[in-house]
């Protein structure tokens, strides 16, 4: 599966930004997908996944209630809706695609697009 992440920018706190990751190469309503982030000096981090049918979704605490990760299949196409944002959710962020379990561990990913950047200014 190739992924290329999309979205990213310099938006106020509080505001709102949508990205997006789109697929090819595979079957992309086989996969579930994730979106992690890594801000300068960290470890990347989970954020939120979804499974390849879009019917469950998983959310790190940090993001949950602000966050909403969705996914189209039609499209091949999957989506992370950030709302009310931080200066703290500044980082890279990253679409990770994978066919196991572990939604939340970024080893238990096998695909990964190459992330795009998001600013919150305080």
């Known amino acids: 599966v190739q992924l290329q992440a999309s979205g990213g920018g310099l938006v106020q706190a509080g505001g709102s930004l949508r990205l997006s990751c789109a697929a090819s190469g595979r079957t992309f309503s086989n996969y579930h997908m994730g979106w992690f982030r890594q801000a300068p000096g960290k470890e990347r981090e989970f954020v939120a996944a979804i499974s390849s049918s879009g019917l469950s979704t998983y959310y790190s605490d940090s993001v949950r209630g602000r966050f909403t990760i969705s996914k189209d299949n039609a499209k091949n196409t999957v989506y992370l809706q950030m709302n009310s944002l931080k200066p703290e959710d500044t980082a890279v962020y990253y679409c990770?695609?994978?066919?196991?379990?572990?939604?939340?561990?970024?080893?238990?990913?096998?695909?990964w697009g190459q992330g795009t950047l998001v600013t919150v200014s305080s």
């Open positions: 990770a695609a994978t066919l196991g379990y572990s939604w939340d561990l970024v080893n238990g990913y096998d695909y």
